[in-house]
């Protein structure tokens, strides 16, 4: 009855509630997910973002991010969508780190106008790292031959099943290099006049929040609800925006006409994805 009578008087005369939209990124950053894991990228965040920047009302868009990194590319994708929609909706962005923004999940951390971590967040990882195994001795154990057959010289270059090559070795590290750059490039632009001149920043070394704060990686330390509070009212309401689902919460495994061997496959390869994912949240002892 109180809020029928509310929605009654005039609008000059109702005190509205301010809404605050929130949109929460968290995982590993992957353009695919496996059937153990869902992973975070655009495909995955782009509706909840729009929904989040069309809430005309709201004063600010509340980016929570909880990431350990992954794909720079679909890091960067979701960087720039969260900049677009900012622009087009004239939206103030304000991101909060919970227990990691690293690496890739800094990158996106950087779409804010300010970030605000807790003092015990870890942030940072301003680096470039690939990673893998060789097995070239394994064959020969077993007794196993390798047969690949290329057009190109360069199709099998750091194939795992051969002995390195110092040459493949200063290729890759020349693409790490390039994304390097771009990665300290965003920091550049995003933090300017806001970085400490602390040289180990683009190390590829990560921080607690009070020492990112320090070095002028984030703007502040607090806690969402709290700064939020404090900058638009005791009453001020939070929405969570999330993605549509299916019927049972999330999309099931899907079984190909292979038959069994392909689902299979498919959790062999999620048990794969998830000890990956398992290694790279360990990496900040999460």
Known sequence: MVGFLRRMLP????????????????????????PLRQSLNLASVSLALEKAFDIKAAPAVAIIVNSPGGSPVQSRMIYNRIRDLAADKKKKVLVFVEDVAASGGYMIALAGDEIIADATSIVGSIGVVSG??????????????????????NKVILDPFQPEKEKDIEYLKSLQ??????FIDMVLERRTGKLSADETVFSGLFWTGGRALELGLIDGLGDMRQELRKRFGDKVKLALVTTPRSLFGRKAPGISLGGMDGLGAGIASGLAEAAEEKALWGRYGL
């Open 132 to 153: 893998g195994f060789g097995f070239p001795e394994l064959l020969k154990k077993l007794g196993v031959e390798r047969r690949v057959y290329t057009a190109g010289e």
């Open 11 to 34: 609008k000059r005369f109702r005190k509205e509630r301010v809404i605050v939209p929130v949109v929460r990124l968290s995982g590993v950053i992957s353009s695919g997910g496996g």
């Open 177 to 182: 290099l390039e994304i390097h750059k771009v």
